[in-house]
């Protein structure tokens, strides 16, 4: 599971990776003091959880959280703020908690361990999952291992196996909501890749990469705003 904290406070920030780093697996992703460069963050980056606080300048925590509620693939919002009024307007957004600070230790450890519980099962649903692709007019049920990446094509998704080229009959951020998130990456707003094909990464124009896949003559860029993320995960 993946975060961002999104807090303007220097001091709450640090308290909050501390309770995350040691009572939680979650990774922090990156942490910001204001909402705006979260919201572009947000674009071409998978995040599960947002820590966000309210009282933030250029842009409102609860102004944000509206705009990310309408996102096609939602975060969990979980507010951390010192004011108790908010707290209606959290519900209306569908907030997971609604966290008030100073920090209770057992209050943020019984939120952390309730998002790792909701996460555990909602992993269990790709355990035993294959993938259904369509080639030629008929469906074809594969094991989402033999996926090596996949390409956006307007409304639907262009799947390279080893050997052939399949359609999925959804948009690129759909399929990608049903791949395991420890095994593929969203390395560009159109592209997706399999993290155990990968080859070589090639360096290429504007600090991003290209990424040569095992067996098959295809490369897939790494954008820029997902390079920080791509080299964590590949430590680079």
């Keep these: 599971m993946r975060c961002i904290i999104v807090e303007d406070e220097y001091p709450s920030r640090e ?33 599960e959880v947002v820590f966000l606080d309210i009282n933030m300048p250029n842009l409102d925590g609860m102004s944000f959280s509206k705009i990310i509620s309408k996102f096609e693939e939602k975060p969990k919002i979980v507010f951390i703020t010192a004011y108790k009024e908010y707290a209606v307007e959290a519900f209306e957004v ?25 996460d555990e099962v909602t992993n269990k649903t790709y355990q035993c999952h294959k993938i259904t692709l369509c ?22 998704t262009i799947v390279y196996t080893k050997d052939e080229k399949y359609i999925a009959k959804m948009n690129i951020s759909q399929f990608f909501e049903k791949l395991p998130q420890d095994k593929f990456f969203r390395s560009h707003r159109s592209y997706i890749l399999n993290l155990d094909k990968i ?5 290429w124009f504007n600090n991003t990469y290209n990424v040569q896949l095992e067996d098959i003559d295809v490369q897939v860029p790494v954008s820029r705003k997902n390079i920080k993320t791509f080299r964590k995960i590949m430590g680079i």
Excluded at 97 to 117: C, G, H, M, N, T
């Design 94 to 118: 569908h907030a997971f908690d609604y966290i008030l600070k100073p920090y209770a230790e057992e209050r943020i450890i019984d939120a952390l361990k309730k998002l790792e519980d909701e």
């Design 199 to 203: 080859e070589e990464i090639i360096p």
């Design 15 to 47: 308290e909050l990776k501390y309770f995350i780093k040691t009572y939680s697996c979650i990774e922090i992703l990156e942490e910001f003091d204001e909402a705006l460069s979260a919201l572009k963050f947000l674009e071409n980056n998978r995040v």
């Design 135 to 156: 080639k030629n007019e008929k469906m074809i049920v594969m094991d989402w291992m033999d996926i090596y990446c996949c390409e956006a094509d307007e409304r639907e």
